[in-house]
């Protein structure tokens, strides 16, 4: 399975602490994306990485990807109390001409204000 | 901005019954999706789609089957519902440029 899995499942900071998620996986991807799920909703994009990229930035948001590791990690910086949630890393693989993704279970961060 | 919407939050039914679970999005996308989450296992996909009446199976399709006769309504179907559906269902749709996924909110049905 490509799965990727989260680690740690669960984190609990102070707001304005960073907060760091690490991600692993098993195969070869095309690209690995960051989804945020607020409690009992929808996931919501947060940002995506190629596999030729190392590193990349959107807001307080910071991704790293080690391909030679198969991982990735999540900075959040300055965490805020909503920024609560779950955070999933999903894994873009290819089924045919079809890319198909998978997600990890998740690490549910607790920023507390 | 996409917007995915989904038939119901909640459903309660009970065990033998046929469920629709209905997903509607508004930005003409081509690829929609179907996706189950329980905790402790993630997300996993049950069916997507690609094309209107085009269908793939993904990688927990038994006890379920899907409808696409229109592009922008891609429907899942629990043909005999049974207790070990009780679940989160989250409708997905991607376009064909980007890899992101656009959700919906999410149905939670409980099967009793």
């Known amino acids: 399975s490509q799965q990727g899995e989260e680690d740690p499942q669960a984190l609990s900071i102070q707001e304005g602490e960073n907060a760091t998620m690490n991600c692993s996986y098993k195969?070869?991807?095309?690209?690995l994306q960051w989804y945020r799920q607020n409690s009992g909703r929808g996931l919501v994009h947060l940002i995506l990485?190629?596999?030729?990229?190392r590193e990349k930035h959107s807001g307080r948001l910071r991704v790293t990807l080690d391909t030679s590791k198969k991982s990735s990690s999540l900075l959040i910086t300055a965490s805020r109390a909503a920024d609560t949630a779950s955070y999933f890393c999903a894994t873009a693989g290819r089924l045919g001409n079809f890319n198909k993704f998978y997600f990890g279970s998740g690490t549910k961060l607790n920023v507390k204000p | 901005d996409v917007k995915v919407t989904q038939s119901s939050r909640y459903l309660v039914k009970r065990t033998g019954e046929k469920v629709f679970l209905e997903c509607v999005q508004d930005?003409?996308?081509?690829?929609m999706f179907w996706y189950r989450q329980d905790p402790g296992l993630g997300l996993r996909l049950i069916y997507f789609?690609?094309?209107?009446?085009?269908?793939e199976k993904g990688d927990i399709p038994e006890g379920y089957s899907v409808s696409r006769e229109k592009k922008e309504r891609f429907s899942l179907i629990l043909e005999s519902a049974s207790t070990n559906q009780t679940s989160m269902y989250l409708c997905a749709t991607r376009g064909t440029v980007t890899y992101e996924q656009y959700f919906g909110p999410g149905t939670r049905l409980t099967v009793t």
């Open positions: 789609s690609y094309d209107v009446k085009m269908k």
């Open positions: 195969t070869s991807i095309n690209n």
């Open positions: 930005m003409d996308h081509e690829n």
């Open positions: 990485i190629r596999s030729n990229e």
